[in-house]
């Protein structure tokens, strides 16, 4: 019997005008990300947003609002139950401001966020229409992005904060090793190393607010913005090819995860660092799938600079030391 691959989100892409200066993403194709700090312009606070000036529709603009001031009630009371390393993984992941549009995580201080291609644009000749879009920060933090990076195959994309929302006092805790600037970002460090078989691991997604599984459309689930599960790495499926994610992920693990959660970190429960990342799930088990650290890693490699390599084995990519720098 075939198996029956589900991805945890859906596609709610919508056309959003690009700022005048934006350079359009191709597939192999990624402009120069340049310098630790570079600039980003500040947006207004959200409440001074309007739809007009984000492209977003009334609707969605109106569940960013709603995100936002949920993430700020809620968050600090979620980091106050985490160990500092895990404070830092929860504050450097972020949610698409659409409904079950996914999770995103931001691995270089400068703004780089990394989420699985089908949160950006299922469809890989949609990719130019659907390339910029809104996320917020746990913390809250408004943030407007550009996609530089897509790997359908790896299902994979790679997205720049091109501006963002003033930096709020929640977004500097547990952070005490990175230096918060108006331009700078919480960020999480991927692993040296491969996850060992059976590792503990954390699970930070954007379960959806709306029922999929009801029998009938409109049902609320009440779940938190962002819901951090626990559970251990199960290994990579039996011939699963770990740089080919298009249909199902190639990582196994049993973290519970919805409908919202593709693009969310899977960390090492022991130091935060990011081992993989929730896609997907298989329906016929109930074995949640992801994309595995090879791919990321492969992915990072091709779309940077050779340097990202030695940064891996060094234990320093995503650090401040030594930022991401793409060609």
């Known amino acids: 019997m075939a198996m029956a691959a589900r991805r945890t989100t859906r596609s709610l892409t919508r056309n959003i005008p690009e700022p005048s200066s934006s350079t359009p993403a191709s597939k192999g194709s990624i402009p120069a990300i340049v310098g630790s700090q570079a600039t980003i312009p500040l947006l207004q606070p959200a409440p001074s947003l309007s739809p007009k000036s984000t492209g977003l529709s009334k609707r969605d603009f109106t569940l960013l609002l709603k995100k936002q001031r949920l993430l700020k009630a809620s968050t600090p009371q979620a980091l106050v139950t985490l160990s500092p390393h895990l404070q830092s993984a929860l504050l450097a992941t972020l949610v698409f401001a659409q409904s079950e549009a996914g999770t995103a995580l931001c691995i270089s201080s400068t703004g780089l966020l990394l989420t699985c291609s089908h949160c950006v644009s299922e469809d890989p000749s949609e990719l130019e229409e659907n390339r910029i879009k809104w996320l917020l920060f746990a913390s809250g933090r408004v943030v407007r992005a550009e996609c530089i990076g897509y790997d359908h195959t790896r299902d994979l994309a790679l997205l720049k904060i091109v501006a963002a929302e003033p930096d709020s006092p929640v977004s500097t805790m547990g952070a005490s090793t990175q230096e918060i600037s108006p331009t700078s970002f919480p960020f999480l ?21 709306e029922d999929l599984e009801a029998s009938k459309p409109g049902v609320k689930t009440n779940y938190d913005v962002i819901h951090i599960s626990h559970g251990r790495y199960r290994g990579v499926a ?48 109930g074995m949640r799938r992801g994309v595995a650290w090879e791919g990321i890693l492969g992915f990072l490699k091709e779309n940077g600079d050779p340097h990202v390599v030695g940064m891996v084995n060094e234990g320093t990519l995503g650090s401040e030391e030594s930022p991401i720098v793409l060609e």
């Open 189 to 209: 460090q991927i692993s040296p190393t491969p996850p060992k078989k059976n590792a503990q691991v954390i699970c930070i997604g954007h379960p959806g607010d």
């Open 238 to 285: 039996e011939g699963a090819d770990v740089h080919d994610n298009s249909d199902i992920g190639a990582l196994m693990h049993d973290s519970w995860t919805y409908w919202g959660h593709s693009g969310a970190p899977l960390c090492t429960r022991k130091d935060g660092m990011v081992v993989g990342m929730h896609s997907s799930w298989d329906d016929q088990t």
